[in-house]
């Protein structure tokens, strides 16, 4: 029996490597600005400018040997001209499209958890995880839950994900002042009565489902590739609330030089997207490495683009990484598109939302990451692993143009 | 376009019979090789999902949020 007992503790102390062998904290920041002046709640034209600022931290735990749980918490605080446009009467004097109102409803604040739980098999051939997601804005609340399914095979040299998510959301609407239950302003002027089309959305919510496939394979000792598809549903009130639509074949009416909206865009309570992309990365010498990705688009609202990028990580020193990025997008409009006042009030589904028009992008960045292996700059118990910074320029041949500073640091625990 | 796509599944199909050995995986598994998204590539990947029609197929969020502002 003693031997027994012997021989029990000694297969109980065979050592398995974690998953993770330490607990690790990114903290991450970021800041962007956009400015153009095709802002969809004036219908197509006005300010779009926007600002917005985010910080999530996402922390990895090791469970056991075979578990992790990510818990990535964040929020996003903006400053939008579409916000403070939806009424636009609530700032200063001049009432312009062309004008951010000063007024409480520019502004707001996103707040988001999503927690994951992974699990590894004894010999890591297989993964499975499970994750939430909520999400608050004043207008919008977002509910998700998914699940994923990896298999390693081929001496884990092909990989095959299966996952699934769904996302449950409801809009609290709102609507542009001009259209709301009451709304009386001596200032308007025009020829006629002001008589918008109207009708409020019976309908808030928006779900959308999501299920993807994606397979990697090692090609060679120095190139690797994947591929990626995801067939996504949406249904609801897929139109936004507050986006005005200005007809070709109703008068006009102001206040100052700010145009009254006809209606709030109508698009499809149903949305069919298809999007199938591939990574291919080249480890083109000690020095540099090459990471291509290519996405194909397709949906039943008539949109299709191509998206193409390019990065090559370039390794100054064992510490210090540079890697510039160039990124090209090109999109064809949706079929429910019109700018301002080309749009019939007898047409069934109409936007005058220039992200959905026809356009092309442009995105040029820089980032240089730093990285300690040894992690010997500490704060508190965790020791500092990655420092990245990053700059991306965004031209869209619409005017519009933005750009967004990234900082995100890694710490890992003993 | 087409030709260079299929080009790429015939490159994967006859090189996914070659199985490189863990001892020859130094380069594949280059932080930097990697085959997902940088971490702090996730802000840049928003913003897109709420500038332009498309989304999706590059391991990230396909649903969800607004998108509206």
């Known amino acids: 029996m003693m031997a027994g007992m012997g021989w029990s503790q000694q297969s109980n102390t065979s050592y398995k490597r974690r998953v993770l062998e330490a607990s690790e904290v990114d903290l991450l920041f970021s800041y962007y600005n956009q400015d153009g002046q095709n802002a969809a709640v004036t219908g197509g034209e006005g300010t779009e400018e926007l600002t917005d600022a985010t910080s999530s931290i996402v922390l990895r735990m090791p469970m056991n040997e075979d578990d992790i749980l990510t818990v ?35 502004k707001d604040v996103l707040a988001y958890i999503n927690p994951t739980y992974e699990h590894s098999s004894d010999d890591r051939n297989t993964i499975w995880s499970a994750n939430g997601y909520f999400s608050s804005e004043y207008d919008y609340v977002s509910i998700g839950f998914g699940g994923s399914f990896t298999k390693l095979f081929n001496e884990k040299n092909t990989e095959i994900t299966l996952s699934g998510r769904v996302f449950l959301d409801k809009w609290n609407s709102q609507y542009p002042i001009e259209l709301r239950n009451g709304f009386f302003d001596d200032r308007i002027t025009g020829n006629g009565t002001y008589q918008p089309i109207f009708s409020e959305f019976e309908n808030e919510n928006r779900n959308s489902y999501s299920l993807s496939l994606s397979f990697s394979q090692i090609l060679t000792p120095k190139l690797q590739g994947a591929l990626f598809m995801d067939v996504v549903s949406q249904n609801g009130l897929l139109s936004t609330p507050f986006q005005r639509v200005y007809f070709s074949d109703f008068e006009d009416f102001f206040i100052d030089e700010f145009q009254l909206a006809d209606n709030v865009e109508q698009l499809p309570e149903s949305r069919f997207k298809l999007p199938v992309g591939g990574r291919l990365n080249y480890y083109l010498n000690d020095l540099v490495i090459l990471r291509s990705y290519y996405r194909f688009y397709w949906d039943d609202w008539g949109v299709q683009s191509h998206t193409a990028s390019l990065e090559a990580p370039i390794k100054l020193t064992d510490k210090f990484t540079l890697f510039p990025t160039y990124r090209y997008y090109t999109q064809t409009a949706a079929d429910y598109f019109y700018p301002k006042e080309e749009a019939l009030s007898t047409f069934e589904f109409y936007t005058s939302d220039y992200d959905l028009s026809d356009y092309d992008a442009h995105q040029y960045g820089m980032g240089v990451q730093y990285k300690d292996i040894f992690t010997s700059a500490r704060v508190l118990s965790f020791g500092l692993k990655t420092i990245n910074l990053r700059f991306s320029q965004y031209d869209r041949s619409d005017g519009l143009n933005a750009f967004i500073v990234t900082l995100g640091t890694t710490f890992v625990g003993n | 376009m087409q030709k260079l796509f299929w080009f790429i599944i015939l490159l994967i199909g006859l090189n996914s019979c070659v199985v490189v050995r863990e001892y020859d995986k130094v380069y594949v598994n280059d932080e930097e090789m990697q085959l997902s998204a940088r971490p702090c590539e996730r802000f840049e990947t928003n913003f897109h999902i709420y500038r332009e029609a498309s989304a999706g197929a590059n391991g990230g969020k396909t649903g969800g949020g607004c998108g509206c502002n």
Do not use: I, Q
């Open chain 1, 72 to 106: 990535d918490v964040g929020l996003s605080a903006y400053t939008s001209a579409s916000s403070s446009n939806v009424n636009p009467l609530d700032g200063g004097v001049d009432v312009s499209p062309f004008d951010a109102s000063s007024g409480e409803s520019r």
